[in-house]
Antibody
Framework: QVQLQESGPGLVKPSETLSLTCTVSGGSMSSNYWSWIRQPPGKGLEWIGYIHYSGSTNYNPSLRSRITISVDTSKNQFSLKLSSVTAADTAVYYC???????????WGQGILVTVSS | QSVLTQPPSASGTPGQRVTISCSGSSSNIGSNTVNWYQQLPGTAPKLLIYSNNQRPSGVPDRFSGSKSGTSASLAISGLQSEDEADYHCAGWDDSLNGRVFGGGTKLTVL
């Protein structure tokens, strides 16, 4: 059973860089795409971007200038960096695995990141 | 504003059949498959339907999905109290070259 777990700071100051890591267990990262999704409090889901285990990426156009997603297959981890954060970036951040037909079939439990001074 | 449009709320009584709609355009639902997620209060979303109408292992057959043109629907029959949750539709948008979600529908079991 594949499991994902997000980790990182729960509080980030405005204008700084948000950094999160997702650790994958119970399976290999090979042959899959791995996504980041976020959900502001009380709002819907927003796709941030994904990375293939080979390192190729695709980002949400509205966030592209501030995002970097990377992968470390030796550690079974992938990471998200979001620069120049503002209060609007406050959200629960989820990592997930892309399965059949682009579905997100395994999710982490999510981590709340608050942007505040 | 979400690219895919869902009603913000829906409701039904136990045993009833409820449907939730998801409206898009030719660049997303009209040309790609739709997935549905169930999000119970305080938890991460869970895949409910993929590829328009396929259920992952373990999802009861009370849940079904369909797609026609640029719209998709999720139907829940034999509504149960544990079905009270937020439901999100999602798909791929060719114009944006990215994944898109609906705003989510909060289902209340009366």
């Amino acid at each position: 059973q594949v499991q994902l777990q997000e980790s990182g700071p729960g509080l980030v100051k405005p204008s700084e860089t948000l950094s999160l890591t997702c650790t994958v267990s119970g399976g290999s990262m090979s042959s899959n795409y791995w996504s980041w999704i976020r959900q502001p409090p009380g709002k819907g889901l927003e796709w941030i971007g994904y990375i293939h285990y080979s390192g190729s990426t695709n980002y949400n156009p509205s966030l592209r200038s501030r995002i970097t997603i990377s992968v470390d297959t030796s550690k079974n981890q992938f990471s998200l960096k979001l620069s120049s954060v503002t209060a609007a970036d406050t959200a629960v951040y989820y990592c997930a695995r892309e399965g059949l037909s682009g579905s997100l079939d395994y999710w982490g439990q999510g981590i709340l990141v608050t942007v505040s001074s | 504003q979400s690219v895919l449009t869902q009603p913000p709320s829906a409701s039904g009584t136990p045993g009833q059949r409820v449907t939730i709609s998801c409206s898009g355009s030719s660049s997303n639902i009209g040309s790609n498959t739709v997935n549905w997620y169930q999000q119970l209060p305080g938890t991460a979303p869970k895949l409910l339907i993929y590829s328009n109408n396929q259920r992952p292992s373990g999802v009861p057959d009370r849940f079904s999905g369909s797609k026609s043109g640029t719209s998709a629907s999720l139907a829940i029959s034999g509504l149960q109290s544990e079905d009270e949750a937020d439901y999100h539709c999602a798909g791929w948008d060719d114009s944006l070259n990215g994944r898109v979600f609906g705003g989510g529908t909060k289902l209340t079991v009366l």
